[in-house]
């Protein structure tokens, strides 16, 4: 089916907290702890999205794959000065590997680009090892494991980042 690429809406809050949910519990399963991926993420990120697609928004992109009427996949990358900071980009469990997550992730770095970013970040929980071989396959360069607390929970995350954007909207384009 096509994919259509748009930006988020804020009537598309309660679909895009349902497909991050399912997200990691898919992706986080043995790597976050249990109790919180059963029950404490569904408050945390109905309301995470339902803030953050209302009222005025902050300076980047969030973008959503629709395959028909339902959702794909979505990104959410914010301008912080001359830097795309990529917070969020998931696929849904099932659609992976065909070409959804680099074409999310292209699009808001054209479209962060435009707003004048010049390179681009995420980091990423060092055992997830599926983002890591997907965002070194476009080019990452990687900075050495840091601990962080995520969601109160202490997780060993690495840095992930792109000096010239423009490399990352090619990557993601080829
Ligand atoms: C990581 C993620 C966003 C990638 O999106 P995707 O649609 O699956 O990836 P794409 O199909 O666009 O992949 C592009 C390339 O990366 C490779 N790739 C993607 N996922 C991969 C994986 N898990 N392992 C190895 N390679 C992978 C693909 O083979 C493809 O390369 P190719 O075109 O040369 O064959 C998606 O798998 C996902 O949602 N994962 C779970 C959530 C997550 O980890 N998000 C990132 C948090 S930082």
Redesign the pocket.
């Given at each position: 089916m096509a994919l259509r690429l748009r930006s988020a809406r804020g009537s598309d809050a309660p679909v895009i907290a349902e497909l991050h949910i399912a997200?990691?519990r898919?992706?986080?399963r043995g790597i976050l702890s249990q109790e919180f991926l059963d029950t404490g993420i569904e408050g945390e990120f109905n309301a995470h999205w339902a803030t953050t697609l209302s009222g005025r928004r902050r300076a980047g992109a969030v973008i959503v794959a629709m395959a028909g009427r339902h959702l794909a996949?979505f990104v959410a990358a914010w301008r912080e000065g001359v830097n795309c900071h990529?917070d969020?980009?998931?696929?849904?469990?099932g659609?992976?590997?065909?070409?959804?997550?680099?074409?999310?992730?292209g699009f808001a770095a054209q479209r962060l680009q435009d707003q004048g970013a010049v390179s681009a970040d995420?980091?990423?929980?060092a055992a997830?090892?599926?983002?890591m071989?997907?965002?070194l396959?476009?080019g990452a360069e990687v900075e050495a494991p840091t601990t962080r607390v995520t969601f109160g929970q202490t997780v060993t995350e690495r840095r992930l980042y792109w000096p010239g954007i423009t490399n990352l909207i090619a990557a993601c384009a080829?």
């Open positions: 997200s990691w898919d992706a986080y996949g990529v969020n980009l998931h696929v849904r469990p659609m992976r590997n065909a070409g959804i997550g680099r074409a999310l992730l995420l980091w990423v929980i997830n090892q599926g983002a071989r997907f965002y396959s476009l080829r």
